[in-house]
T-cell receptor
Framework: EAEVAQSPRYKITEKSQAVAFWCDPI?????LYWYRQILGQGPELLVQ????????DSQLPKDRFSAERLKGVDSTLKIQPAELGDSAMYLC???????????????FGPGTRLTVL | GDSVTQMEGPVTLSEEAFLTINCTYT??????LFWYVQYPGEGLQLLLK?????DKGSNKGFEATYRKETTSFHLEKGSVQVSDSAVYFC????????FGAGTRLTVKP
């Protein structure tokens, strides 16, 4: 069964350092999402891509966070500089092209657990 | 805006007990509704979904019915197992995806 891949699974960094997370969606999924999940809460959307274009980044803290999906396949989320409050699980999800049957269903990767010291 | 409210946890049950986790929603239009499960240290796994009123989603013994009149999508299972211990998230997909805060379930032998 196809899965969303993420790496690394765990990352520990010191504040003010740069970190990057990688995501490879399910093959054929045009839409890719990055979420942040704080411990004890549900995921919150950071950014959504349709192919290589950003369609929603209204909740992305753009002073320190950036995301790209240059070829419309895999994606990278970067934080620079990291702050203590960025400690969380970062989840990537993908779904079929909007308007396609079943496109409302998102499939999640295993996540990257970030700890900022 | 759209929102999801879940029964607060944690929930602790004995093996073979009946499970209900309440979920209600607020949305304009006709969203799709989902239950996801998250095991420790892992991402979210889709458990079941329903896309229109009166639809019943089911998987692995879990069921939930899309009730438009009560704006609810309660999760049920007739007999829980220790392996069902996890955090359960109710979610809706309208213009975007909204998740509840999650309910932690612990099943004891």
């Amino acid at each position: 069964e196809a899965e969303v891949a993420q790496s690394p699974r765990y990352k520990i960094t010191e504040k003010s350092q740069a970190v990057a997370f990688w995501c490879d969606p399910i093959s054929g999924h045009a839409t890719l999402y990055w979420y942040r999940q704080i411990l004890g809460q549900g995921p919150e959307l950071l950014v959504q891509f349709q192919d290589e274009s950003v369609v929603d980044d209204s909740q992305l803290p753009k002073d320190r966070f950036s995301a790209e999906r240059l070829k419309g396949v895999d994606s990278t989320l970067k934080i620079q500089p990291a702050e203590l409050g960025d400690s969380a699980m970062y989840l990537c999800a993908s779904s079929l092209q909007a308007g396609t049957s079943g496109s409302d269903t998102q499939y999640f990767g295993p996540g990257t657990r970030l700890t900022v010291l | 805006g759209d929102s999801v409210t879940q029964m607060e946890g944690p929930v602790t049950l004995s093996e073979e007990a009946f499970l209900t986790i309440n979920c209600t929603y607020t949305a304009t239009g006709y969203p799709s509704l989902f239950w996801y499960v998250q095991y420790p240290g892992e991402g979210l796994q889709l458990l079941l979904k329903a896309t229109k009123a009166d639809d019943k989603g089911s998987n692995k013994g879990f069921e939930a019915t899309y009730r438009k009149e009560t704006t609810s999508f309660h999760l049920e299972k007739g007999s829980v197992q220790v392996s069902d211990s996890a955090v359960y998230f109710c979610a809706l997909r309208g213009n975007d995806m909204r998740f509840g805060a999650g309910t932690r379930l612990t099943v004891k032998p």
